[in-house]
C-alpha cells in the first residue's frame, strides 16, 4: 500500500510539474481552487479570460448543421438530431487540450478526432472516407475508423499544426482562421497560371492548388423502427440505434468549382444530397429514397500540393461547373428512383454559402481566344521540357 501510495504522489509531482512549466505557476490550487464544479470552463478563464467564447462560436454550437437538419431529415423524424448528430461538439476546453492533469496545446491529431470522415480534416493527413458497406472498413484505423489513404497536403507533410493558420483567438472571434495563402506565399508572375490576372482577381488559390477533395453523392439515411432488421443491410454502424448510413457514390477526385460567398472562384462539394427510407414503411409498398434536400457548400479541401490542374481541367469540362450535358451523362439518377436529372446539373440543386457559376459565364471562359492558345501552348511545352529532377514532388 505505501509503495502504491508512492507512485500515485510521484505521478501527480511529474505531472503538476510538466503542468507548472507550461503555467508557469502553482497549478492545483490555481485551478481547482476556484470551486469544485467541472463544467466547461471552471479553472481556465481566470487565467484566460475571454476564451470561452469560444463555446459562442461554431464549434460548440454547431448552429449551421442544426438549420440543416431541420430543414431536410427534421421534416420526416424531429427526433433526428438527437438521434445521430450529437457525438461532436465542443463542451470543454478539455476536448482541445487534452485529459487527465497535464493540459496541452492540440496537435493534428487532437483536431481529428472531430474533424475526421466527411468533414474538412482528415483530408489534411492524407485520409479520405471509405464507402459504408462493412466489407470496405479495412486498413488503419484512426479515430475508430478506417479510410482511403491519399496525399497529404503539403504544409501537413512540411509538418505544419492546424494552429498555424487556425489560432485560438480566430476561432474565438469567430472566424475560420487566421491567415490566408497569400499571408506567407509570394504569386510569381513566373507561374504562367499566374501571369493571367483573371486567375488573380476571381479565383481562390486553392480553386486550382487543391489536389483532390471527399465528394459524397447520395446520403441515404435508412430508418429502422424493427432493429431486428438490421442485420439484413451490411453497413457500417453509426452512433444510432435507429439508423444506418450510406452513400450512393464517393469520389475523391478533383472538386467541382462554383461561387463562394466572397464571389470567387472555389471548390464546391455536396453539404448533402439527402435522402430518406423508412424502412418499414418500403417494405409495405411506401416511398423510397425520399429527396429532402440537395445543397452544396463551398469550401477549402485541406490537399494542397505544388502546381496546378490542366488548362482544359476547368475550360473544358462542364460538368465540374454542374453543367453536365446529357450525352455525357453516366448515371441515370431518375431509373435509380432518385428524383435528380444528374448530381452534376444544376437543376434542383443549390450552393448554400455561394451560388453555382452561370452557364453563360461558363461558355465565356471556354471561348478559345487566342490568348487561351497562346498560354496553352506556353502551358504545354513548359510540360515538355521538363527534365527528371522537376517532376520529382
Not at 122 to 139: H, V
Not at 225 to 250: C, G, I, N, Q
Not at 323 to 331: D, F, G, H, M, V
Request: hydrophobic fraction near 30%; include cysteine; proline fraction near 5%.
Amino acid at each position: 500500500m505505501r509503495f502504491l501510495m508512492l507512485v500515485i504522489v510521484s505521478f501527480f509531482l511529474t505531472n503538476n510539474s510538466l503542468a507548472t512549466q507550461l503555467h508557469g505557476g502553482p497549478v492545483c490550487s490555481s485551478c481547482h481552487g476556484q470551486t469544485t464544479a467541472r463544467d466547461q470552463v471552471t479553472g481556465c478563464v481566470v487565467c484566460h479570460p475571454g476564451k470561452e467564447l469560444i463555446f459562442e462560436r461554431a464549434m460548440s454550437r454547431r448552429s449551421g448543421e442544426k438549420s440543416f437538419v431541420e430543414r431536410s431529415y427534421a421534416r420526416v423524424d424531429s427526433g433526428f438530431w438527437d438521434k445521430n448528430c450529437t457525438s461532436c461538439h465542443l463542451k470543454s476546453c478539455r476536448d482541445c487540450h487534452g485529459t487527465g492533469p497535464v493540459i496541452s496545446k492540440p496537435n493534428v491529431a487532437a483536431c481529428q478526432k472531430c474533424h475526421k470522415g466527411y468533414y474538412t480534416g482528415g483530408d489534411y493527413s492524407g485520409r479520405a472516407p471509405r464507402e459504408n458497406n462493412m466489407r470496405y472498413q479495412r486498413g488503419i484505423a484512426v479515430e475508430g475508423e478506417t479510410f482511403l489513404k491519399m496525399l497529404p497536403d503539403v504544409h501537413y507533410t512540411a509538418g505544419m499544426i492546424c494552429s498555424a493558420c487556425h489560432s485560438m483567438q480566430s476561432l474565438v472571434e469567430g472566424k475560420k482562421s487566421s491567415h490566408v495563402c497569400r499571408n506567407c506565399h509570394r504569386i510569381s508572375s513566373n507561374v504562367i497560371e499566374h501571369s493571367i490576372p483573371a486567375h488573380l482577381e476571381k479565383l481562390e488559390c486553392y480553386a486550382c492548388h487543391s489536389a483532390w477533395g471527399a465528394q459524397e453523392y447520395g446520403t441515404f439515411f435508412l430508418r429502422f423502427r424493427d432493429l431486428r432488421m438490421k442485420v439484413d443491410f451490411d453497413l457500417k454502424p453509426t452512433s444510432s440505434t435507429e439508423y444506418l448510413r450510406s452513400a450512393y457514390l464517393r469520389k475523391q477526385d478533383a472538386p467541382p468549382l462554383g461561387i463562394n460567398a466572397r464571389g470567387r472562384v472555389s471548390p464546391i462539394r455536396p453539404l448533402f444530397i439527402s435522402y430518406y427510407t423508412d424502412i418499414a414503411a418500403a417494405r409495405d409498398n411506401g416511398p423510397e429514397n425520399s429527396l429532402l434536400a440537395a445543397e452544396w457548400r463551398a469550401w477549402f479541401p485541406h490537399t494542397i500540393q505544388r502546381g496546378s490542374v490542366t488548362c482544359e481541367g476547368c475550360h473544358d469540362n462542364p460538368a465540374r461547373f454542374l453543367l453536365e450535358p446529357e450525352s455525357r451523362r453516366i448515371y441515370n439518377l431518375q431509373k435509380d428512383g432518385m428524383t435528380l436529372d444528374s448530381f452534376w446539373r444544376q437543376k434542383g440543386q443549390r450552393v448554400v454559402n455561394g451560388s453555382f457559376m452561370s452557364a453563360s459565364r461558363y461558355q465565356q471562359i471556354s471561348n478559345k481566344s487566342p490568348a487561351y492558345t497562346k498560354a496553352y501552348v506556353k502551358k504545354w511545352k513548359k510540360l515538355l521540357n521538363r527534365d527528371d529532377h522537376s517532376l520529382r514532388p
